[in-house]
């Protein structure tokens, strides 16, 4: 079925090839796409600040082909954005067993205006979080490496860093485990 308007919302404060999936989704499915990019004060206030503000997260999405318009989304309430665009859909990646809460309150009033709630299964398992997480991981795992090579021992890295000797062997083994630490 193709819908007039479909309608996705998020963060999207770290690009990735999920996000791509879902709005690529959504558009084959309508004629017309807008994406809710959440406001730093929105994403804050269920995840923590974003690491891109607003503006350069709906810059990024507006660059999509797929997408039609981008619009600030200050809540996580998405009943008035549904009545002023006249939403016919709004695609979602969360797992339902998952949802709760607000989230789940949100989606039930959508559907009791006639929004129908599109689920996505996730083609890849990553989140932005998940992003974030790896680089921290990786940009560690370097600097191991480069401590290592000159000779700093885990219990000199422990105090520079605050890590627990045991964190940083974790870490370390973690992002590769063809490298293996010892001392």
């Known amino acids: 079925m193709k819908y007039k308007t479909t309608y996705v919302a998020g963060s999207f404060d770290i690009l990735h090839s999920g996000h791509v999936y879902l709005l690529d989704k959504a558009k084959s499915e309508s004629n017309k796409l807008i994406v809710g990019v959440n406001t730093d004060k929105c994403t804050s206030s269920y995840k923590g600040l974003p690491v891109n503000p607003y503006y350069e997260r709906a810059k990024v999405i507006e660059s999509l082909k797929s997408v039609d318009l981008v619009i600030p989304r200050e809540s996580i309430n998405d009943i008035e954005i549904a009545q002023k665009y006249n939403i016919q859909a709004r695609y979602i990646t969360f797992e339902p067993i998952k949802l709760e809460g607000a989230f789940k309150e949100n989606l039930d009033n959508l559907e ?31 600097k191991i490496v480069t401590y290592r090579e000159n000779g700093l021992s885990y219990q000199e890295m422990t105090k520079k860093w605050f890590f627990s000797r045991e964190a940083i062997r974790q870490i370390a083994n973690k992002v590769s485990l063809k490298y293996k630490f010892e001392g």
């Open 112 to 142: 009791k205006i006639g929004v129908k709630i599109i689920w996505v299964d996730k083609q890849f398992p990553l989140s932005s979080t998940l992003v974030k997480e790896r680089v921290i991981e990786n940009h560690i795992y370097k």
